[in-house]
């Protein structure tokens, strides 16, 4: 009976030891998040707007760097891929102009929503949405919530 090997040329030897150090990665990397996890518990806070905005105490650097990982890493590591193979070397100025408009976003608007934010107690980009719409408000804040929740769902499943 023949063997079947995953890796040309490897022996079953070479393949035990990868097997082992891969093991060992993942549980070494599940343990460090283990820790992460109990750290964070330690100084857990009970209201929402720690939960939401970590009491408002994260700094704008650290925020942008969230917020554009956050936009950006569907897409770049989905979407952009084929964009560039689809137009080739010209898909490079869509990222030029993409990041141009994170800055100017992060210069210019976002100061001023998170301060605005902050005096009217807005938690959410939907509540910020829904804010001065009477009944239409609440509409705006449910309907933001199921397009989040859908879109969430794909981007999970993928």
């Known amino acids: 009976m023949m063997a079947i090997q995953f890796l040309p040329g490897a022996s079953g030897r070479q393949l035990t030891h990868m097997s082992n150090t891969v093991i060992f990665s993942f549980l070494l990397i599940m343990s460090l998040f283990l820790l992460a996890g109990a750290y964070a518990a330690t100084r857990k806070r009970s209201t929402t707007e720690d939960y939401l905005l970590a009491s408002?105490?994260?700094?704008?650097?650290?925020?942008?760097?969230?917020?554009?990982?956050?936009?950006?890493?569907?897409?770049m590591f989905i979407g952009l891929i084929g964009f560039t193979y689809s137009v080739g070397i010209s898909a490079m100025w869509l990222m030029v102009g993409w990041i141009g408009g994170d800055y100017l976003a992060w210069r210019f608007i976002h100061e001023k929503v998170r301060r605005r934010?902050?005096?009217?107690?807005?938690?959410t980009i939907p509540?910020?949405?829904?804010?001065?719409?009477g009944?239409?408000?609440?509409?705006?804040?449910?309907?933001?919530?199921?397009?989040?929740?859908?879109?969430?769902?794909?981007?999970?499943?993928?």
Request: proline share 2%; net charge positive; glycine share 8%.
């Open 117 to 123: 934010s902050q005096e009217e107690g807005w938690l």
């Open 56 to 75: 408002r105490s994260v700094s704008p650097w650290l925020t942008a760097l969230s917020a554009a990982a956050t936009s950006n890493s569907g897409y």
């Open 135 to 158: 009944a239409r408000g609440r509409w705006v804040v449910r309907a933001s919530a199921f397009i989040t929740l859908l879109f969430l769902s794909f981007y999970a499943a993928a």
């Open 127 to 133: 509540s910020f949405l829904g804010e001065g719409l």
